[in-house]
């Protein structure tokens, strides 16, 4: 980003914005939304906050390896993997040493040469990522890193890596509450899947009475023993009975 006011007064004046950005997305952040939804918005807020920002990124961590769920640039996801299969980078060795990594220029290429050799095709010569965890009871959960590219060799300072620790907290809040939110959902689906298999092994049990004049008890025990004998689930041994009923 060019342009950029670098006097104390202007960077001053730079901060103030920031803390006014991200005091507007906490409230956002604070109602219950899908994690996508929820990254991306922060991702965009962070290109705000940091005044020197072309483009920022969430790397997250799996049992599959690094992936980037949000990014404001898609030039900057090619980064992303470009530093996933180097092995090394910025928000690798910020995820790893639990600390922020501010990087610029010839200490780019010395630190990681693969992945700055890729980074500059795209115009990248400045780095600043912050490791993204949650705090819990008793330590913190590494997620992943939020990560910044610049265009400028002098893209970021210090004062750049403090709004970004603030920008990783709301990060914090957000997935704490968009995996609430996709546990209640998830909870709320189930019930509904619970509910509708009831209605039917109880429409089932009603139909094997009336066609065998048995009761409920052995109604019951003859879905069961479909189930059993098919190794199929109750539910479905019980849909497959009405759905022939009703070809009949």
């Known amino acids: 980003m060019s342009g950029r006011d670098a006097s104390a007064p202007g960077r001053v004046a730079e901060a103030t914005d920031a803390l006014e950005d991200v005091e507007l ?3 956002a952040l604070a109602a219950e939304e899908p994690l996508e939804v929820a990254l991306q918005r922060l991702v965009e807020t ?3 906050v940091v005044g ?3 483009a920022v990124s969430v790397t997250v961590l799996s049992g599959t390896g690094p992936k980037t769920a949000a990014s404001t640039h898609d030039w900057a996801i090619t980064v992303d993997d470009n530093q996933y299969a180097a092995g090394d980078g910025p928000c690798l060795e910020a995820a790893r040493q639990r600390e922020p990594v501010l990087v610029s220029g010839a200490e780019a290429f010395d630190r990681w040469p693969q992945f700055a050799s890729d980074a500059v095709r795209f115009g990248v010569l400045a780095y600043l990522s912050t490791p993204l965890a949650l705090s819990g009871p008793a330590e913190r959960d590494l997620i992943g890193a939020l990560n910044v590219y610049g265009f400028r060799q002098d893209s970021f300072d210090r004062l750049d890596e403090a709004l970004l620790k603030l920008v990783t907290t709301a990060a914090a809040i957000t997935i704490n509450n968009a995996q609430r939110y996709a546990k209640m959902r998830d909870l709320a689906d189930n019930m509904r899947i619970a509910m509708a298999s009831r209605a039917e092994i109880e429409q089932a049990k009603g139909v094997l009475m009336a066609v065998h004049g048995v009761n409920a008890e052995e109604a019951f025990a003859r879905l069961v023993d479909q189930s059993q004998q ?3 689930k109750l539910a479905i041994v ?4 009405l759905t022939s009923l009703r070809r009949n």
């Open 52 to 54: 020197g920002a072309d």
């Open 230 to 232: 098919t190794n199929t």
């Open 46 to 48: 962070a290109l705000k």
């Open 238 to 241: 019980a849909r497959e009975l």
């Open 25 to 27: 997305l906490l409230p």
